[in-house]
């Protein structure tokens, strides 16, 4: 798992950290550093709470008698990935967003998938939900959520939080798409998230490279760095790397061919 890890993210954590602590220390140093440290983990913890108990009150938990199927998969995954607390899984109406995140509230993990993404399963397309659940499952397996906790004064600095954002979410990517075997599948999920659960099917992906590459422009420059997910044909360049070169990241190749790609940890 270690060589899945992007890079950026050690690089950009370490700094993140040092700088947290820094300004951790700073307030505490204060009385009044301290009542403010207590206020903002007091204020965070309520709304994170109301947040979680609105999804767990309407959403609906998935269990062997809750789409079986999905939670079998969840179980199988988080079992690779080394999770021994597998996360409780909801699913919740999201007007029709493409969507899902990883959370935690007091030590228990929580996933939530927003229902638009999940009917995608109604057509067959299995593994590119599959890849949407891996991903949030290294999040956890990262314990992504956690260090977000420890590093929050860090994350406030612009372009430095959202650029270990960036680099956490390339990371999942490659957790999901060693995960699910399906390199194929992986990128349709991510083209998904650009265009929608039908029109996916329909899109050039080397265009859909290309023209990120044309699109340039201080703002197109601003948006990407001030963004806490790298754009979309990145993303899917990854993936594609990823596929291509499996040793390199410690994997060995079993089954590859133009559609999908069956790995196994080397």
Not at 147 to 154: D, E, G, T
Request: hydrophobic share 45%; with cysteine; net charge neutral.
């Amino acid at each position: 798992m270690e060589k899945l890890i992007h890079a950026n993210e050690k690089t950009y954590y370490t700094i993140c950290l040092v700088i947290s602590i820094i300004m951790y220390l700073s307030l505490i140093i204060s009385v009044i550093g301290i009542v403010y440290i207590l206020i903002g983990i007091l204020i965070t913890v309520i709304l994170h709470g109301l947040a979680l108990a609105q999804i767990r009150s309407n959403g609906v938990k998935i269990s062997e008698y809750q789409f079986p199927n999905i939670n079998k998969k969840v179980q199988e995954i988080s079992a690779k990935m080394g999770i021994r607390d597998i996360p409780d899984v909801f699913i919740i109406q999201s007007d029709g967003l493409l969507n899902a995140f990883a959370t935690r509230f007091f030590g228990r993990n929580f996933i939530v998938l927003y229902s638009e993404i999940v009917e995608i399963t109604k057509d067959k397309h299995d593994d590119e939900l599959n890849f949407i659940i891996a991903h949030e499952l290294a999040h956890i397996q990262r314990n992504h959520i956690t260090k977000n906790s420890l590093i929050l004064p860090a994350m406030w600095i612009p372009f430095l939080g959202n650029a270990y954002s960036r680099a956490c979410e390339y990371t999942c990517d490659r957790f999901a798409t060693a995960y699910i075997g399906n390199a194929k599948a992986s990128v349709n999920a991510l083209l998904i998230l650009a265009v929608g659960k039908t029109l996916f099917m329909d899109v050039n992906v080397e265009d859909f490279k290309i023209n990120h590459k044309r699109e340039t422009g201080f703002f197109i420059w601003l948006n990407d760095i001030l963004s806490s997910h790298p754009p979309l044909p990145l993303r899917i360049k990854e993936v594609e790397y990823f596929n291509e070169f499996p040793e390199y990241f410690g994997f060995q190749t079993v089954y590859k061919n133009k559609k999908s790609i069956t790995i196994t940890e080397s």
